[in-house]
């Protein structure tokens, strides 16, 4: 088969998929991006060029919608050039979210289209205003409806839809339902799986040590920020350190802000790191930055009680490898991770807002030993039944034939060296981790399409 695949940020959702359809040796695969370094062999990455940058001076409510249309037009000029060399494909496959694919129904009209639909936004119920904190001024209301845009002219383009989980469906209007289908995302379970003796030598990271005899509690997500629940863990660990002085605490993720807002002179880690100054033994707690894959699997395999906390936004992949990984998880109570977690079988659960009751139950995980036996053989035994990496792959080659008529042939793929990122958070804005240097894959010349 032949495959156009879209997404600003090659590989996207779509890392698995690629290297299961490129190991079958079928295919030809062709993927249109904006410019970065990964890659992945068998794939064919093309990078578009934008025809101009968004204006300044733009009402604050078309800030979204103008850079979407300027994708859009890239994209389908992009196509354009490669209908000129012969090219068709047999299905678009592609992420809704940066208006990439909403001109391509014009370049390839017959082209079954199969668009990743993330979420549709709201000003209340969900992500805006569930923390009291961080409140939205009602001006801001008008914002968010505008976020809507690019979801609504997709809905109203020829082709099916796909998201990963019930919760993220839900937020979509009920007239919108029936035209998106619910893939699961799988982990993949032979990297990311349990470790029986990760915990009885000592545990080196970015130059970190963790003794044997210390219990290791883990927070992971692509920023330090408010909708991934930082400002909760770090008001947590005042109760932790209190009840032990056993702990190590590696808090891993980057300064920046993938989701809401800025501060203006700050990163939310430091902010919140100095909102709890001197209340805790502060040589136990560490923030390594972005690390490597391998690294980030070794750290969950070696937790003793892994945190993860989000708004009712877009589940991490974290939550899915940990489980994967047979972590003792610690969750919010909120809806995308209660997708995943029922209370005290392969996880516990905690309010989002309470961070005493966070702490409450990170330290019955590690006092109660059974318990905690308990919840990570059920975490991992949940992720073999409902993460399995062939049974996406398999749901996904079901719904392209549906679409486009014939199934793909897919094959377990060899490892395979790629500089393709490992899969973190929901795919938005995710660049290579700073600490890994580039491979000769990766600094190889790229075809640029576009106006040049």
Known sequence: MRFLFVHQNFPGQYLHLLRYLAAARRHEILF??????????????????????????????????????IRAEAVAQAARQLQGLGFRPDIIIGHH????????????????????????????????????EFPVAPAMLSNIRVKNTVNLLALQLPGHGQTPTRFQHETYPDWARPRIS??????????????????????????????????????????????????????????LFRARRDLRVI????????????????????YFQN???????????????????RDYRRLLQRSDAHVYLTYPFVASWSLREALASGCAVIGSDTGPVREFI?????????????PERVAERVLTVLEDRALSARLRVNARRYAERHLAMADYIDAMAGLIERLAGTRPETAHP?????????????GRRAPPSPRKSSSSAATRSKPKLGSG
């Not at 993949?188 to 970015?206: E, N, R, V």
Request: aromatic share 10%; glycine share 10%.
């Open 32 to 69: 249109l991006t904006d410019d970065n370094q990964n890659a992945i062999s068998g794939v064919r990455k093309l990078v578009y060029r934008l025809g101009r940058e968004p204006s300044k001076d733009a009402h604050r409510n078309l800030r979204e919608i103008e850079p979407a249309m």
């Open 97 to 132: 979210g940066w208006g990439e694919m909403l001109d391509l129904c014009d370049v390839w009209p017959d082209v079954p289209m199969l668009g990743y639909f993330e979420f549709f936004y709201h000003t209340d119920g969900l992500d805006v205003g569930f923390d009291p």
């Open 182 to 239: 619910i893939i699961r995302e799988g982990a993949d379970l032979d990297l990311c799986q349990p470790d029986s003796d990760a915990a009885k030598k000592p545990f080196l990271i970015d130059g970190i040590t963790v003794a044997p005899e210390e219990k290791l509690i883990t927070f992971v997500a692509r920023d330090l920020e408010p909708y991934r629940g930082y400002h909760i863990m770090m008001r947590a660990l005042p109760h």
């Open 251 to 270: 808090l891993v993720g980057g300064d920046g802000v993938s989701y809401g807002a800025k501060l203006a002179n700050d990163s939310w880690r430091n």
């Open 275 to 293: 909102e709890v100054k001197g209340r805790f033994d502060e040589s136990r707690v560490h923030f390594p930055g972005r690390i490597d894959y």
């Open 342 to 354: 029922t209370d005290g079988e392969n996880g516990l659960l905690a309010p989002f807002l309470e």
């Open 414 to 426: 060899r490892p395979a060296k790629t500089q393709a990122p490992a899969p973190t958070e929901s």
